[in-house]
């Protein structure tokens, strides 16, 4: 044979909460991509169809979005008091790179899910009929999340009347809970302050939020960028200028973050950090056309990742946003009008979502010790993917 034959590794296409992404256990990848380098890279970057100059994934997995370009690998746990390790890998549209700096808080969800579905669990934990308490722990940040997993005669339930904004179908509802959720090992506020000035080339000084909660991210008001906090994602993945601002803010932004040492470097780190910018409680439509009234939320708030403005909300920047909104003095509590506060209703460009945070001020430091949202998960398809033989290398 001229060309070398497709090999296949059983996966499992699955939704978390408002992401899709590739599931693997450890030990079905092939051998050279069972540790982390090169061969595991180019692997999921051909899995997903990347890098595709097109744009579309067609000869991939992926959606050609930063909500379905992911791969996830799970295993039994190697942390005392953890039932699975889950790594998660963000893949790149449009470069050979996949990102394994950060979480996928939706995905985190489906990995509660898949430990079950794959005989990851100890089966002594799994009850016939009840909530099945998976304790996850993610490989690439170090923390630990617990997802609460219904179960229905053995099985993961699946089917249920949650409705998640940003997902078509109500499914089951999947409680997660974000332990200790600042990811990294410094302050929660990397720069020491709830509140800096950032000086951005082309866009000028801008006050912003640095945290790590959940995921880092950099929040800035909508109206210092010209924008009110309502827009949908044509009104910012449409315009190239737009997006280069974001990319700019995300890039100095970094740096002061002590996330990278100069901008040059932010393209070799897309996952993370993450910008958002927030704006009062006001009305809108959704992109599905619902209407949100601004007596239903708190404030609102749009994300970008990957460089595009989700669709909706990632569930580590929702971590983001209720840390922040439960702290006296960050952007994101003004937006929600101040006060004290265990939990907050924000609109994204999806509709609306609720998220909790406990939060506490420790000897001047502000820590999170958790945070609380619901999502759903569902598996899509399952069986082998296939991938040309040759296309990794040990």
Sequence with gaps: MKHAAQIRIPATYMRGGTSKGV????????????????????????????????GKHTDGMGGATSSTSKCVILSRSEQPGHDVDYLYGQVSIDSAFVDWSGNCGNLSTAAGAFAIHAGLMDLARVPENGICTVRIWQANIGKTIIAHVPVTNGAVEETGDFELDGVTFPAAEIQLEFMDPSDGEGAMFPTGNRVDDLTVPGVGTLQVTMITAGIPTIFVNAVDIGYTGTELQDAINSKPDALAMFENIRAYGAVKMGLINDISEAARRQHTPKVAFVGPAQDYTASSGKSVSANEVDLVVRALSMGKMHHAMMGTAAVAIGTAASIPGTLVHQAAGGGERSQVTFGHPSGTLRVGAEVAEVDGDWVATKAIMSRSARILMEGWVRVPGDSFTG
């Design 23 to 54: 599931f693997f256990r450890l030990e079905d990848l092939p051998q050279a991509a069972q540790v982390p380098g090169k061969a595991r890279d180019q692997l999921f970057l051909r899995v997903i169809g990347s890098p595709d100059p097109y």
